[in-house]
């Protein structure tokens, strides 16, 4: 009998100490604060305005100003000016700010799970089920888990 042919790819815990760079630790850089995630919750939401996203998430006003000008300079939230005078200007997602409508979501679902004894939401689709997250591969359909994938270096 033949020992099993090794996964595809690299074994990123053999690699030599160091530092990662990494797409999780730049989209930390821009996302993972507390009250980033909650100010986006709230443009999410709807909520637009600044005075209503800092009431609805408990930030102090210098905090949430510092945290949307970070979401502003990364591309995930757009300022749009309506009032003149005194100026003031509403935040809206950005295609960025929208596409991590999966990543919020998945965040709510362990949140629920992990967090907090009662749901305060349920989130349900359109045919009235609750929302659940999934992860699928889109070539196969098959369910991705830690154990279906590999890491691969990028091609330059």
């Known amino acids: 009998m033949t020992d099993p042919e090794p996964p595809p790819g690299i074994r990123l815990a053999d690699l030599p100490l160091g530092v990662r760079p990494c797409s999780l630790a730049a989209a930390l850089d821009v996302l993972g604060e507390r009250w980033s995630l ?8 709807g909520v637009h305005r600044f005075a209503r996203i ?8 210098d905090i949430l100003a510092d945290r949307l000008r970070k979401l502003e300079a990364a591309g995930v939230v757009e300022r749009r000016p309506y009032s003149e005078h005194p100026p003031r200007h509403e935040y809206h997602l950005t295609e960025a700010g929208r596409e991590l409508f999966p990543v919020m979501l998945a965040l709510y679902q362990w949140g629920d799970k992990w967090a907090v004894d009662s749901p305060a939401l349920v989130r349900r689709h359109s045919c009235g089920q609750p929302v659940r997250v999934d992860l ?5 359909g098959q369910p991705v888990t830690r154990d279906t994938i590999h890491a691969e270096p990028a091609s330059a």
Do not use: F, K, P, W
């Open 38 to 45: 909650l100010a986006l919750r709230e443009i999410g939401y």
């Open 54 to 61: 800092a009431g609805y998430t408990g930030a102090s006003r």
């Open 136 to 140: 699928v591969c889109h070539h196969c």
